[in-house]
């Protein structure tokens, strides 16, 4: 038989005599083997079939997937999509239940009457053009400008006595201290002093001449008489001007003023109240719902603070100028607030103001013969003054 491990031919059917197999037991091992190898490849048979299937599910899904992006594509080309706008925020309304609530505070009131006129005519762009709306140009029947300012929604009005009343010893010391009026009075000394220079010429020449006695006499006589005239004439002037300001006084205060809105709005006035012991005038507009200054106490203001002056100097009106706070001083006896902000003719009666648009005082005179010394009449006095502003203290 042939050894069917290495193929030896022999009659031993027990054991291989070349290699030494035994055959039984070499066809066990055989068997054995088979029955492994068979079983390893139907094992193998489930695994490559799912992993078959798998590529295959793969394959079908990147195909489907990619001939979808390919139909998209070109719907997107002829189609381009529209692009959603984002969702609008709808603003909560305004809380209408406590009156304290923050929302509430924020709501500006709805202005009406002068005041909604005035916004409307000239918009303010900050506090100081909103104070300035509240402030009046002032003219009166006899030529004089001021400024003023309301300080409440009924229309009242404050000014400076002086702008408003004519007033024959105020303008009398006004008029003593122009240099307007000493030019005139040299001009006229200077006249005087030709003319009495010509008289003594006269007299010399009739002298020299041996003229007539009567002729020197009545030549000597009119010198005498300018000379005297000469030496009273700065009285005399004081005097005639006096008198005739007190002639015209009923008349020029029969005259009334004008308040002039920042609109142009003109009110005549016919009456005004003035107060005893300061420079203070009060007005009411026939009007409604007028814009005014809320004010602040004069005494919780430092000195370096900045302060405003709103008014109407000669040929400019609603004007601002700026200054700081320097001090308290005394005007007529009385407390005044010191600022170094311009004061100019014409800005009498106007505010004297804060950053915050607040009114401390009324602007009302300058020291005469410096610059930058200006001073206001304290807010308070104003409420003071006058038994109709008491109540809205």
């Not at 309301?150 to 007033?167: I, S, Y």
């Not at 009545?218 to 009273?232: D, F, G, H």
């Not at 006896?333 to 005082?361: F, W």
Request: aromatic content about 6%; overall charge neutral; proline content about 7%.
């Amino acid at each position: 038989m042939d050894c069917p491990k290495c193929g030896h031919n022999q009659l031993d059917e027990v054991r291989c005599e070349s290699c030494g197999i035994y055959f039984e037991k070499y066809r066990r091992q055989q068997t054995k083997s088979q029955s492994a190898d068979s079983g390893l490849n139907n094992s193998r048979r489930p695994l490559e079939s799912s992993l078959r299937n798998t590529i295959k599910i793969v394959f079908v899904t990147s195909a489907v997937i990619g001939l979808g992006l390919f139909v998209y594509t070109k719907v997107s080309t002829k189609n381009p999509p529209v692009a959603t706008p984002p969702p609008q925020r709808i603003p909560s309304p305004i809380p209408s239940g406590k009156p304290d609530s923050p929302a509430t505070e924020e709501r500006q009131p709805q202005l009406t009457g002068l005041a909604a006129q005035l916004a409307k005519s000239n918009p303010p762009g900050n506090i100081i053009e909103t104070a300035r709306n509240a402030t009046v140009f002032i003219k009166t029947g006899w030529g004089a400008i001021g400024s003023g300012f309301l300080v409440d929604a009924e229309c009242h009005g404050v000014t400076n006595r002086h702008v408003l009343e004519f007033n024959p010893d105020r303008l009398f010391r006004k008029f003593r201290e122009d240099p307007a009026f000493h030019a005139k009075l040299s001009d006229a000394q200077e006249d005087l002093r030709g003319a009495i220079d010509q008289l003594r010429l006269r007299e010399t020449e009739i002298v020299a001449n041996r003229g007539s006695i009567i002729d020197l006499k009545l030549v000597s006589q009119k010198r005498l008489k300018l000379e005297v005239e000469l030496a009273n004439l700065p009285k005399t002037a004081e005097a005639e001007m006096r008198q005739e300001l007190e002639r015209a006084a009923p008349a020029e205060n029969a005259k009334g003023f004008t308040v002039v809105l920042i609109d142009g709005t003109e009110y005549s006035m016919s009456q005004a109240e003035y107060a005893d012991q300061t420079d203070l005038a009060l007005f009411q507009l026939p009007a409604t719902s007028c814009p005014y200054l809320k004010r602040v106490s004069s005494g919780k203001i430092n000195q370096g603070d900045r302060l405003f002056t709103i008014g109407n100097p000669p040929g400019l009106k609603f004007t601002v100028t700026s200054g700081i706070f320097s001090g308290y001083g005394e005007l007529d006896k009385h407390r005044a607030l010191q600022t170094d902000a311009p004061i100019n003719p014409g800005n009498s009666g106007g505010p004297l103001i804060n950053e915050a648009g607040q009114v401390l005082g009324v602007n009302t005179a300058v020291l005469s013969g410096t610059q930058g010394i200006g001073f206001a009449i304290p807010i308070e006095q104003v409420f003071d003054s006058f038994f109709m502003l008491r109540n809205a203290r």
